[in-house]
């Protein structure tokens, strides 16, 4: 079947399929709760929602039990198709599945864990886990531990982004170093409230470095020790807030002139991410976005300098977005996304890489999200677009 009569079919199966369907997502399922609850239309959190989950998938003044959990069938799934586009290339259709379970097993022991599959003509291919975590409340609202398989604290989060396209800024980089912010995370973290406006966590995590560094290298795959911290305050709906990674990685490369040395250069990194955050709701319109600033301290290495050149590097960037709400079931928005730096592999010289992303969502229902994006870049990247349905169940 063509891929563009596959997309509109396919589309047509999943609005029958949604649109005939009883169950509700687990959180709505086991509350007796709206979607509109906790989502500004899904897959973006309202502030209820963000609270909701700061609190381990928790209401305040929250009474769950384990026996209340379980017997809400805590299973929900997520499909997506998306049709992308690319100037002077070619259209391609991809699917994502994902199963989901998540929530509060009493009152101080809550959990995630999702699993997500790509989906093509030849069925079903495990993508791996994203997210599979355990959280305890050692002193409820004032102090929590999680541990697993984490999403950073991140002011917006990449995992379930409401957006086509991703932040940018989140995966910068320079010279050979891969870790990030925007990638899932092996370690713990701990956190809570100071009081009802102002919140914390650290997290120790693995460190994320690129599967080829993996197999050149076993010491690219230690648990590097790497820390992220965040502090965020409310004001009323709106809020501000201030985040950090700091840590050292194990870099590998393969020697591109093996006679001088080594065929496998290793070294070590160390690096900082420093980022400032903001969101403010004006009536109709949400603004948002963050600052990010990052340096790596020896993220390249080559045959003359094996231990890695000592250079620093720095990057800055962000995003700012804007999303107005024509009505509750249609958004307009646009995000301008800017990254300044060296590019991939070097530590310079530095150039700015900027992108406008305009985009429209519409919810046919409230768990029936039809999105359209486009993306236009500087520096002659060529303009992408993508179409999107999200159903969940």
Same mark, same amino acid.
């Given at each position: 079947?063509?891929?563009? =009569?596959?997309?509109?079919?396919?589309?047509?199966?999943?609005?029958?399929?949604a649109?005939?369907a009883?169950?509700?997502?687990?959180?709505?399922?086991?509350y007796?709760?709206?979607?509109?609850?906790?989502?500004?239309?899904?897959?973006k959190?309202?502030?209820?929602?963000?609270?909701?989950?700061?609190?381990?998938?928790?209401?305040?003044d929250?009474?769950?039990?384990a026996s209340?959990?379980?017997?809400?069938?805590?299973?929900?799934?997520?499909s997506?198709?998306?049709?992308?586009?690319?100037?002077?290339?070619?259209?391609?259709?991809?699917?994502?599945?994902?199963?989901?379970?998540?929530?509060?097993l009493g009152?101080?022991?809550?959990?995630?864990?999702?699993?997500?599959?790509?989906?093509?003509?030849?069925?079903?291919?495990?993508?791996?886990?994203d997210?599979?975590?355990?959280?305890?409340?050692?002193?409820?609202d004032?102090?929590?531990?999680?541990?697993?398989?984490?999403?950073?604290?991140?002011?917006f989060?990449?995992?379930?982004?409401?957006?086509?396209?991703?932040?940018?800024?989140?995966f910068?980089?320079?010279?050979?170093?891969?870790?990030?912010?925007?990638?899932?995370?092996?370690?713990?973290?701990?956190?809570?409230?100071?009081?009802?406006?102002?919140?914390?966590?650290?997290a120790?995590?693995?460190?994320q470095?690129?599967?080829e560094?993996?197999?050149?290298?076993?010491?690219?795959?230690?648990?590097?020790?790497?820390?992220?911290?965040?502090?965020?305050?409310?004001?009323?709906e709106? =809020?501000?807030?201030?985040?950090?990674?700091?840590?050292?990685?194990?870099?590998?490369?393969?020697?591109p002139?093996?006679?001088?040395?080594?065929?496998?250069?290793?070294?070590?990194?160390?690096?900082?991410?420093?980022?400032?955050?903001g969101?403010?709701?004006?009536?109709?319109?949400?603004?948002?976005?963050?600052?990010?600033?990052?340096?790596?301290?020896?993220?390249?290495?080559?045959a003359?300098?094996?231990?890695?050149?000592?250079?620093?590097a720095?990057?800055?960037?962000?995003?700012?977005?804007?999303?107005?709400?024509?009505?509750?079931?249609?958004?307009?928005?646009?995000r301008?996304?800017?990254?300044?730096?060296?590019?991939?592999?070097?530590?310079?010289?530095?150039r700015t890489?900027?992108?406008?992303?305009?985009?429209?969502?519409?919810?046919?229902?409230?768990?029936?999200?039809?999105?359209?994006?486009?993306?236009?870049?500087?520096?002659?990247?060529?303009?992408?677009?993508?179409?999107?349905?999200?159903?969940?169940?």
């Open positions: 079947m063509p891929m563009p =009569r596959f997309l509109v079919v396919s589309l047509g199966l999943t609005a029958l399929a649109g005939t009883e169950a509700i997502p687990e959180f709505a399922r086991r007796d709760l709206p979607c509109h609850f906790c989502h500004d239309g899904y897959p959190l309202s502030v209820l929602g963000e609270q909701f989950k700061e609190r381990g998938y928790r209401l305040e929250d009474r769950t039990t209340d959990w379980w017997s809400s069938i805590p299973v929900s799934s997520r997506t198709l998306r049709q992308t586009f690319e100037e002077e290339g070619d259209a391609e259709t991809t699917g994502h599945f994902r199963l989901v379970s998540g929530g509060a009152r101080r022991v809550s959990y995630w864990i999702d699993e997500s599959y790509a989906v093509d003509g030849d069925g079903f291919d495990r993508s791996g886990t997210n599979a975590f355990l959280r305890v409340e050692l002193l409820p004032e102090l929590y531990l999680r541990g697993g398989r984490i999403e950073l604290d991140l002011p989060t990449q995992a379930r982004t409401p957006q086509l396209y991703a932040y940018d800024v989140y910068a980089t320079t010279g050979f170093e891969t870790d990030n912010i925007g990638s899932h995370q092996d370690g713990v973290e701990a956190g809570g409230f100071l009081d009802e406006a102002t919140r914390w966590s650290i120790v995590v693995r460190g470095n690129s599967e560094q993996k197999e050149l290298s076993d010491s690219a795959d230690r648990f590097d020790g790497n820390v992220f911290a965040r502090l965020v305050r409310r004001f009323g709106d =809020r501000a807030g201030v985040y950090l990674y700091w840590g050292r990685n194990k870099l590998a490369r393969t020697n002139n093996p006679a001088s040395g080594p065929a496998v250069l290793e070294w070590d990194d160390d690096f900082l991410r420093l980022g400032f955050d969101s403010a709701y004006l009536s109709d319109l949400h603004l948002y976005g963050t600052f990010l600033y990052g340096r790596n301290g020896n993220s390249y290495a080559d003359q300098h094996p231990g890695g050149t000592e250079e620093a720095s990057f800055t960037g962000g995003f700012g977005q804007l999303d107005f709400y024509v009505r509750d079931n249609i958004v307009l928005s646009g301008v996304d800017w990254v300044h730096g060296p590019p991939p592999g070097t530590v310079g010289p530095s890489l900027v992108g406008f992303a305009p985009g429209l969502k519409v919810w046919l229902h409230p768990r029936i999200r039809l999105g359209f994006e486009l993306s236009f870049r500087n520096e002659q990247q060529p303009t992408r677009g993508a179409i999107q349905i999200d159903l969940t169940l």
